[in-house]
Each structure stands twice: as C-alpha cells, then as structure tokens.
C-alpha cells in the first residue's frame, strides 16, 4: 500500500556540545492507529539531508509506510540556511565517533518522544537505516552498535575509511594539524582536523564498516553504480562478502556514478533513471524486511 498524504516537519535535537542536529520528519497519514516503522536517512561527507532530490527520495520512501527521518549531523558544516557550507570550523572538527553517537542520540529522542509527528503513529523500536557513502559507512557501525535498528540499506557505501587517506593527507596532519579540501560545488577550501583522523585510527574498531560488518545479523542490501568515480563498487562487494547476516545482497547499478545520476540542486519533475532505480530498490528492500 502507498499513503499519498504526508506529514513533513523539521526540528532539532541537542548535543552534549550544544550543537543541533537538525531534521526533517516524513510521516505518511493513515487516519488509523497503523503503527509505521521508522528508517533513518544519513548524507555523506560534504553532504546534508537537504543535498539534491534527497527529500524527494525521503518522500517517495515515506509513501511505501514509513516514518523517514533525515539528519544534518551536527558537524557537517550547514549553517542556519538548509544549503549553504556556514560553519566550516565545525566540519574541521568532524568525526566519525561523534557522528555514530548521534544517531544514539537520534534513536533517543524517537523513542522518548522528543521527535515525532502528531499526524501519525510511529513504531520507534522497529528502526531501518539508509546512508550515502559516508554515511553509509556509518550506518554499518550503527546497525551493528544500536539493537533497535532492524534493516539496513547503504548506497555507494564506503568500506574502510583508513584507506581513504592520502599519503598528502596524512603528511598535512603529522606538520600542519589539519589537511585541506576543496568542494568542487562551492569552491569552498574545507579544513579537515588531525582528530579525524586519530579518532578514526583510535577507534576503528567500532567506527570502521567493514570490520562491524561482520557483527551484523539484521536484513542488509548494498547498492553501489558500477561507473562510481569517488568510491569504487568492489567497496560495496567486500561489505557484502564480509556481512555476517543472512539475509544480505548486493545490487550494482549499470552507468551509475557516485550519486547515481543526481546533482545538486535537483529541480527536475523526475529522477534520473539511476537514482529511481536506487530508490526502488531501497524501497521494496524496507517493505519486505522492516515491519
């Protein structure tokens, strides 16, 4: 069943630092006491939840049944604005430890009722999870941190982010405390702290993917574009490979690149046909194991 009425609201949570992590609630209407599962939507590095046809993504989710909930972690570098790159300093400050214990902080707020939707009835101890690269990598580590997530999906997922870093990387950390990246969207020069990468070294294993992945026994699907130009698909095979659920699979995308044929900002009436394809396969992947 598809709900065509949806709810939409935005708020924000707190963290230990005062920070928000602002969101966007996608509730579809039913106008009975059907309970709907809930599937938390994370963005990628240099990404938030507002990047390119995500909220129409969200929507189209929404539809099948669910309470989809889109984050801006606290550290993504959005400002007030819903797209603007404002506060650099708290993206040269980001981690991949204080992104997982804010979906902790997510999962909270669900279920003791400081996010939520008057419109509908929202079943917050049957969670899902889907991510974008980064974000995809970190949902791996939430699925296998946090019991009350139940399904995951992970689009163009990142395996290990140790191997991510450049040698020109790691030279600027151990003399300069901080490594520089441009965002070919805005021309921005982006600094990236040395506690990314310590924490991520520190911690690796909770934080990286493809060592939880192993740990994990719930429904997962990779999805990945065979023409990736950022991270390759073989990423999402060895998570595949490596996942210690049974009911696990891996879906490569023909002619799909990183974003799976989708630009910011998206103001086309349609999807390309990659990111439908994308968000049909996520769809029915939720229907079938999220209830």
């Given at each position: 069943?598809?709900?065509?009425?949806?709810?939409?609201?935005?708020?924000?949570?707190?963290?230990?630092?005062?920070?928000?992590?602002?969101?966007?609630?996608?509730?579809?209407?039913?106008?009975?006491?059907?309970?709907?599962?809930?599937?938390?939507f994370?963005h990628?590095?240099?990404?938030?939840?507002?990047?390119?046809?995500?909220?129409?993504?969200c929507?189209?989710?929404?539809?099948?049944?669910?309470?989809?909930?889109?984050?801006?972690?606290?550290?993504?570098?959005?400002?007030?604005?819903?797209?603007?790159?404002?506060?650099?300093d708290?993206?040269?400050?980001?981690?991949?430890?204080?992104?997982?214990?804010?979906?902790?902080?997510?999962?909270?707020?669900?279920?003791?009722?400081?996010?939520?939707?008057s419109?509908?009835?929202?079943?917050?101890?049957?969670?899902?999870?889907?991510?974008?690269?980064?974000?995809?990598?970190?949902?791996?580590?939430?699925?296998?941190?946090?019991?009350?997530?139940?399904?995951?999906?992970?689009w163009?997922?990142?395996?290990?982010y140790?191997?991510?870093?450049?040698?020109?990387?790691?030279?600027?950390?151990?003399?300069?405390?901080?490594t520089?990246?441009?965002?070919?969207?805005?021309?921005?020069?982006?600094?990236?702290?040395?506690?990314?990468?310590?924490?991520?070294?520190?911690?690796?294993?909770?934080?990286?993917?493809?060592r939880?992945?192993?740990?994990?026994?719930?429904?997962c699907?990779?999805?990945?574009?065979?023409?990736?130009?950022?991270?390759?698909?073989?990423?999402s095979?060895?998570l595949?490979?490596?996942?210690?659920?049974?009911?696990?699979?891996?879906?490569?995308?023909?002619?799909?690149?990183?974003?799976f044929?989708?630009a910011?900002?998206?103001?086309?009436?349609?999807?390309?046909?990659?990111?439908?394809?994308?968000?049909?396969?996520?769809?029915a992947?939720?229907?079938?194991?999220?209830?």
């Amino acid at each position: 069943m598809e709900y065509d009425n949806l709810s939409v609201s935005s708020g924000q949570i707190f963290t230990d630092e005062e920070l928000p992590i602002k969101y966007d609630l996608y509730s579809p209407i039913s106008g009975t006491a059907k309970d709907f599962p809930v599937i938390i939507f994370l963005h990628g590095f240099k990404g938030f939840k507002d990047w390119g046809p995500f909220p129409d993504a969200c929507e189209d989710l929404a539809r099948y049944g669910f309470g989809v909930l889109a984050i801006n972690f606290s550290h993504n570098g959005i400002g007030n604005g819903r797209t603007e790159y404002e506060r650099l300093d708290l993206f040269e400050k980001s981690t991949l430890s204080k992104d997982l214990d804010e979906i902790g902080l997510v999962i909270n707020a669900l279920q003791t009722g400081n996010i939520g939707d008057s419109h509908s009835n929202l079943n917050t101890d049957t969670i899902g999870i889907v991510g974008h690269s980064r974000g995809g990598h970190t949902a791996v580590a939430a699925a296998a941190e946090y019991e009350s997530i139940q399904c995951l999906v992970t689009w163009a997922a990142v395996a290990d982010y140790l191997e991510r870093f450049s040698d020109k990387a790691k030279s600027d950390w151990e003399k300069k405390g901080f490594t520089e990246i441009e965002n070919s969207r805005t021309g921005q020069k982006m600094k990236v702290d040395r506690i990314w990468w310590d924490d991520t070294r520190e911690n690796a294993d909770r934080l990286i993917a493809i060592r939880r992945v192993k740990d994990l026994v719930v429904p997962c699907l990779f999805i990945h574009g065979r023409e990736d130009e950022a991270v390759p698909y073989t990423d999402s095979e060895k998570l595949e490979i490596e996942c210690g659920a049974k009911n696990k699979e891996l879906r490569l995308i023909s002619k799909a690149g990183h974003t799976f044929g989708a630009a910011h900002p998206f103001e086309d009436e349609f999807f390309p046909p990659t990111f439908k394809e994308l968000v049909d396969h996520t769809g029915a992947w939720f229907r079938q194991y999220l209830k």
